[in-house]
T-cell receptor
Framework: DQQVKQNSPSLSVQEGRISILNCDYT??????FLWYKKYPAEGPTFLIS?????DKNEDGRFTVFLNKSAKHLSLHIVPSQPGDSAVYFC???????????FGKGTLLTVNP | DAGVIQSPRHEVTEMGQEVTLRCKPI?????LFWYRQTMMRGLELLIY????????DSGMPEDRFSAKMPNASFSTLKIQPSEPRDSAVYFC??????????????FGPGTRLTVL
């Protein structure tokens, strides 16, 4: 039973355009959400996070939006760059301080 | 600064053999996590240590899996006997404190295990 779902296995965008990666969750206990980025042959690295008391968090080209009523969050990358090509994982905390629940990831390809 | 170190990076073994994966967390971090990534289930937490003590092993799939952390700078994940369905990428991660929303987990590069 996937509590964090990333329904798009892959996404392809042109350099300079916006990339939007989506994530849905089912567990109402989740109160903190994170996005991780993963390059081939490397481990995931933290990208950006958002608390459930906020609906938006921005860090440079990366913005995460949270819609609690819809149990949906999205990651916007503007403008997209070829170096952004990676797998992006959505993850969530809820009920414990250490257990991260991950989605299966979305492969983003940014074409030059 | 060195990040989380895992060895081996790749392991190919035959069904029934014992497999040992190793992890060196970042110096000064007192929490360590073992994760497994598969196509079917994605990334899932297997076991969490804090100050070398196993706190939550509810994600360990079967008794064939065991993990130890004999000291603050070393942990092992052992599978005995291994089965083809154990084939996956195993990640180790560490964090500075005891977990928490803003206690970032730093991941190692992973060990790709193939059980024939």
């Amino acid at each position: 039973d996937q509590q964090v779902k990333q329904n798009s296995p892959s996404l392809s965008v042109q350099e300079g355009r916006i990339s939007i990666l989506n994530c849905d969750y089912t567990n109402s206990m989740f109160d903190y959400f994170l996005w991780y980025k993963k390059y081939p042959a490397e481990g995931p690295t933290f990208l950006i996070s958002i608390s459930s008391i906020k609906d938006k968090n921005e860090d440079g080209r990366f913005t995460v939006f949270l819609n609690k009523s819809a149990k949906h969050l999205s990651l916007h990358i503007v403008p997209s760059q070829p170096g952004d090509s990676a797998v992006y994982f959505c993850a969530a905390y809820g009920g414990s301080n250490y257990k991260l629940t991950f989605g299966k990831g979305t492969l983003l390809t940014v074409n030059p | 600064d060195a990040g989380v170190i895992q060895s081996p990076r790749h392991e190919v073994t035959e069904m029934g053999q014992e497999v040992t994966l190793r992890c060196k967390p970042i110096s000064g971090h007192n929490s360590l996590f073992w994760y497994r990534q598969t196509m079917m289930r994605g990334l899932e937490l297997l076991i969490y240590f804090n100050n070398n003590v196993p706190i939550d092993d509810s994600g360990m799939p079967e008794d064939r899996f065991s993990a130890k952390m004999p000291n603050a700078s070393f942990s092992t994940l052992k599978i005995q006997p291994s089965e083809p369905r154990d084939s996956a990428v195993y990640f180790c991660a560490s964090s500075r404190q005891g977990g928490g929303r803003e206690d970032e987990q730093f991941f190692g590069p992973g060990t790709r295990l193939t059980v024939l």
